[in-house]
């Protein structure tokens, strides 16, 4: 009898055991971004002037500030561009070369007109369907989701592409854990006369 329970315990002992390393075995697999990573994701962010061109901003006597409401959250899809006369546009010296709105989310130039992407983990239309994968090989190949159309100026791909994995890791993190924000940013508009697809 008695060496029977001492059996039985023994053997849920060495159950539990295995269920628990099991456990710290498929955490460790599907690691989660840690705090350090996430923040060194918004230095990055900060330092790479993201702001500047995906968040909102709110008008100060400094000048446009990022609405600290809608970080990162795009080209507002519910804004009206002004309209401009098309002449001052150009590619030679005597002709501006690009305009931009207020938000500093819509860009107009030799490309057409840009809007700044929704960059919140929002599912619909921001990056929270997007893969880590897909972040980086976008960043890296210049090209939408990493396989479409070319990705227009004035975003500066070639220049983050040049970031570590890990430091791109760490960008991703941080963009994944910012409050995800709905807001469907149009596509661009190509330049007038363009070839139609
Ligand atoms: C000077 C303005 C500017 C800056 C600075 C900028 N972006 Fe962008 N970004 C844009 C515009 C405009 C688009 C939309 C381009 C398009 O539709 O092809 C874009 C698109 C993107 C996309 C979507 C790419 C795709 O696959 O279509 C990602 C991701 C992105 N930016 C991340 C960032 C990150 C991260 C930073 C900071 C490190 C940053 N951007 C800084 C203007 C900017």
């Not at 008695?2 to 059996?7: A, E, M, S």
């Not at 269920?19 to 790479?48: E, F, H």
């Not at 001052?88 to 809007?115: C, E, M, Q, V």
């Not at 970031?163 to 991703?172: A, E, G, I, M, N």
Request: aromatic share 6%; net charge positive.
């Amino acid at each position: 009898m008695r060496i029977g329970k001492l059996i039985a315990t023994g053997v849920a002992v060495i159950a539990s055991f295995t269920l628990c390393m099991n456990q710290l075995w498929a955490q460790a697999k599907t690691p989660k971004a840690s705090t350090s990573m996430i923040d060194r994701g918004k230095y990055l962010v900060n330092l790479g002037g993201c702001n500047d061109c995906h968040s909102p901003k709110v008008m100060t006597p400094m000048g446009p500030m990022p609405d600290t409401n809608k970080l990162l959250s795009g080209h507002p899809a519910n804004s009206n561009l002004p309209a401009y006369p098309d002449s001052i546009l150009g590619t030679t010296p005597d002709k501006w070369l690009t305009i931009t709105n207020a938000h500093l989310t819509a860009w107009r130039g030799p490309w057409g007109t840009s809007f700044a992407r929704n960059l919140t983990p929002d599912k619909e239309t921001g990056l929270g369907s997007w893969t880590l994968a897909m972040f980086i090989k976008a960043i890296r190949s210049g090209k939408d989701m990493g396989k479409g159309r070319d990705i227009l100026p004035p975003m500066p791909w070639m220049a983050l592409g040049q970031l570590t994995d890990q430091d791109l890791k760490s960008v991703y993190a941080y963009l994944q854990s910012l409050p995800p924000i709905s807001n469907a940013v149009p596509d661009p508009v190509p330049p007038p006369g363009a070839p139609k697809k």
